[in-house]
């Protein structure tokens, strides 16, 4: 009832994603937005990119903000012609599937994130997918900003709008949208991290309970897995933050280098959290298999103290059942009623003494 409770307030309070902010650009089918910024102001008017780019390298002020969603090779062929890309870096944007990582080719920064979302559920299960994963990609050069998402989630369109209430911020310059994305991407590690915590919660409940040894060991597993994805994604964007916040990089502006570090801060937080989770799902694997084992135990003895109760009756029942001629019992007038009064009294004295000892 907690955990529903909790999936409908982070359903109500989710902030609003625009998949096409403001709208999907004409500029080309992959190109979401492309936007010129002059003293943090966005600038209207724009027709091309290549009209865009030239118009601010003329001008030698402000910069240009490409935003691409799963470009294929030919339609960033000429943008990374263009703006003269590195081949190695323009292939692991287009085929994705990078861990998250900072490289610098000449005078251009390129970052790789990994997106992630929580996805939300009435109840976990076996087969329940609680972490979906993406990639956004960020190209940082002097005057331009080009990003490329993939996957379904992960929009830059609110952070695009905050940015641009904030000009005196956004007029620093390219290395501020690099900070911002940044620390777009670690809060929403932060959020789903903080929602990952209910299911483990449900499951610690769940194992802990008088019927624990009955839970579905597959639940803790597909919440290992899941979880094992969201380390792949949070694990590796360490060393690059560290380098971002530490050291010296040339595109990036000495004043921003400080807001790097409290990214990182946040980084080292969730990965904390990750690392306590996958110890506390395996004490909670552990905790379950441990009481599947005494119930098997229980299960064990209850049938061995009913097994020795019933060996009373059929070893009396055995030794009148021979065929012998001379068995006086045989034909005494009150040798049945008396053998059942033994059997149901040695019966009652076996199963009084094993239920005083827990068996039954």
Known sequence: MIHRLRSAVRRTYRRAVDLSHPSRSPLGSAVVNCVVYRDGVRQDGVRSVEETVRRVRKSGDGFVWIGLHEPEEKEFAGLAELFELHPLAVEDAVHAH??????????????????????????????????????????????????????????????REALESVPEQLAKGPSVVLHAIADHVVDDYLAVTEAVQDDLDAIETAVFSEQGHRSDVGRIYQLKRELLELKRAVAPLGRPLQRLASEPVPIIAAEIRAYFRDVADHLARVTEQVASYDTLLDSIL??????????????????????????????????????????????????????????????????????RNGWL
């Open 286 to 355: 552990q905790a379950h298999l441990a009481q599947v084992t005494v119930a098997q135990n229980e299960d064990m003895r209850k049938i061995t103290a009913w097994a020795a109760i019933i060996a009373v009756p059929t070893m009396v029942c055995g030794v009148y059942g021979m065929n012998f001629e001379h068995m006086p019992e045989l034909r005494w007038t009150y040798g049945y009623p008396l053998v059942l009064g033994v059997m149901t009294v040695a019966c009652f004295v076996i199963h009084r003494g094993f239920r």
């Open 98 to 159: 990078q861990r998250p990582k900072l490289e610098q080719y000449d005078d251009v920064l390129f970052a790789v994130f990994k997106t992630v979302r929580y996805v939300e559920h009435d109840e976990l299960t076996a087969t329940s997918e609680v972490v979906d994963t993406g990639e956004l990609m960020a190209f940082i050069g002097p005057d331009f900003v080009i990003t490329i998402r993939h996957g379904g989630h992960g929009s830059l369109g609110p952070l």
